[in-house]
């Protein structure tokens, strides 16, 4: 991505937050997307510059009380909008408690209802409540805050798909030259629909990009990469999730295209504070490594023993495996300490590593 960011933004967008920096309240006259920690699912408070918030999924219903308590700690009793992408457990499970616990105008879903008890009971929830549902179509916008931030659905398109993956909604938020891309959990179908829509998705001088289904494979393909060419990416996945989300392929394209990669599984909850002037600020825990193609995530696998083992899976013991310990080495450092500890001087290093490609 031949993009080079001026000197001062490029101090703005430093990995550790500032001395002093308060995680939940908001700053005025601001854009501010935090995705919050809700394991294997998606939750996302969208704060806007004129105070209104909205909610973006809610994760499973176990993630509810997370959920309601990470909202209050910030202070947010209304939300102007919530929004469901689509009508799966991960996304909507946790909508009709937290719906109970704030006011709420108005729920925006896709149009394609799923026939399952936890769709039913957040609607049934959204009735007592007398929150109108609406459904929402490509080409439309959402007023959050029309005076500053313009807010344009993507997806789904007026005939659907007919899957609700697919269909998600999927959401640009342009706040001067800052933009961001909420994808719910559209794939490659959805993808290409918007990609032959016709919708803006030209470039702003700085892009955020909410990975579509986890960091699954099925989405954020090359083309749609190409086209929003997204400078940071942020996936929404459970540590140890069963769906190996997110998966390589997918992070190594992003960090290929020059996005920095985070995950709500290794970095927690990650905050996005965009100011009127393009300027941003993000406070997370460490981008992902960089990838080595066919390889794993940390950790290599659920039994992790400490041996030297052929990580990246091309069957032989070569420089890539090194070199992904090597990357490896915050979370060996934290979880196997001792059986990392190969030339014994009680601490995980680059001795280790290097006694590892001695032996290769």
Known sequence: MNRCLPALLLL???????????HDSYEPDTLTLTFLDVGQGDAILVQAANGRAMLVDAGEASAAPNVSARLAAKGVTH??????????DDHIGGMASVVGSLAVDEYLENGDPAP?????????????????????????????????????????????????NEDSIVLRLVWGETSFFLTGDAGAAAEDQILAS????????????????????????????????????????????????????????????????????????????????????????????????GASLPPTDPDFDGLFEDVNGNRRLDFADVVLYFNEMSWIAENERWWFDYNDN????FADVVWLFDRL
Request: include cysteine; proline fraction near 7%; charged fraction near 15%.
């Open 12 to 22: 703005l967008l430093i990995v550790a937050p500032a001395v002093g920096y308060d």
């Open 79 to 88: 939300l102007a909008y919530l929004v469901g992408t689509h009508d799966h």
């Open 116 to 164: 399952s008890e936890t769709a039913a009971a957040l609607h049934e929830t959204l009735a007592l409540r007398a929150i109108p549902a609406r459904n929402l179509t490509a080409g439309e916008t959402i007023p959050l805050d029309p005076a500053n931030i313009t807010v344009t659905v993507l997806n789904p398109q007026p005939v659907r798909i007919g899957d609700e």
């Open 198 to 293: 016709g919708l803006p998705l030209a470039h702003t001088y700085f892009t955020f990009l909410k990975v579509g289904h986890h960091g699954s494979d099925t989405a954020t393909g090359a083309p749609f990469v190409a086209a929003v060419q997204p400078n940071v990416s942020v996936i929404e996945c459970g540590r140890f999730n069963p769906y190996d989300h997110p998966s390589q392929v997918v992070v190594k394209r992003l960090q290929d295209a020059g996005s920095e990669v985070f995950t709500t599984a290794s970095s927690g909850e990650v905050r996005i504070i965009s100011y009127q002037y393009g300027y941003v600020e993000y406070s997370h825990g460490g981008q992902l490594p960089v990838t080595v193609e």
């Open 346 to 349: 009680r601490r995980i290093d």
